[in-house]
């Protein structure tokens, strides 16, 4: 199995069928967001934590109403972006872990080519 880079990790919140990301109680500038500001649906806004004890540390103070997910940021190797959904086996070798996306978008190609 291929693998990339250091490990980060993201704190999703499970919002219906869709992930929202833990941005932090402060911004860049250190000014205290609201409460509705520290959530996002960008991974990019989403606050990283390279070490899951301090992650964990951080997830015992959120409110508990809301329900949490730890997730890994993953690179994906064709299109380089970063992903935290399960990754697609790429159809070219059967071992590489690629984003979902391309995922598809490999699926297509192939289901093209046999038209
Ligand atoms: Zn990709």
Redesign the pocket.
């Known amino acids: 199995m291929s693998y990339i880079g250091i490990c980060e990790y993201v704190i999703g919140i499970i919002h219906d069928k869709d992930i929202w990301y833990y941005v932090g109680e402060k911004d860049a500038n250190g000014k205290r967001l609201r409460t509705d500001e520290r959530y996002s649906s960008f991974l990019v806004d989403a606050r990283r934590y390279d070490d899951l004890d301090v992650l964990r540390w951080e997830l015992e103070r959120l409110p508990k109403t809301l329900t949490y997910k730890i997730l890994e940021i993953q690179r ?1 190797p ?2 380089k ?1 970063e ?1 935290t959904e399960y990754p697609a086996l790429s159809r070219e070798d059967n071992e590489t872990e ?2 979902p ?2 995922g598809v978008k490999e699926a297509m190609d192939v289901y093209l080519k046999n038209q």
Do not use: R
């Open positions: 994906c064709k299109c972006k992903f690629i984003c996306e391309c």
